[in-house]
């Protein structure tokens, strides 16, 4: 099982940046794809980034050139960043980290993001 856990997020002026972060425990050896999704207020959860083992990357066209997912591992812990860049007032939203392990989708609690225009 893996428990994920998020932190980075705040109030941020339109044009800003902020980074968010996610520490993965557990059992992060069997960790495949990770991933950022966001939901925004009356709107579907969307993905906005993810990596995968290998390291390869996808991202949302609307965050694309402004966000960066990165991942790094250690021994006990994986951790999951979003450098987010050039804000807007439409990526506020709830953020959320997620990691895809043993056929099992794990989620954390959510970090909310507010960008003020």
């Known amino acids: 099982q893996v428990e994920l856990v998020e932190s980075g997020g705040g109030l941020v002026q339109a044009g800003g940046s902020l980074r968010l972060s996610c520490a993965a425990s557990?059992?992060?050896?069997?960790?495949?794809?990770m991933a950022w999704y966001r939901q925004a207020p009356r709107k579907a959860r969307e993905l906005v980034a993810g990596?995968?083992?290998?390291?390869?990357?996808?991202?949302a066209d609307s965050v694309k050139g402004r966000f960066t997912i990165s991942r790094v591992n250690t021994h006990s812990t994986v951790y999951l960043y979003l450098r987010m860049n050039s804000l807007k007032s439409e990526d506020t939203a709830v953020y959320y980290c997620?990691?895809?392990?043993?056929?099992?989708?794990?989620w954390g609690q959510g970090t909310q993001v507010t960008v003020s225009s």
């Open positions: 557990g059992s992060i050896f069997n960790i495949n794809a």
């Open positions: 997620n990691a895809y392990a043993d056929s099992h989708s794990a």
């Open positions: 990596t995968s083992s290998g390291g390869s990357t996808n991202y």
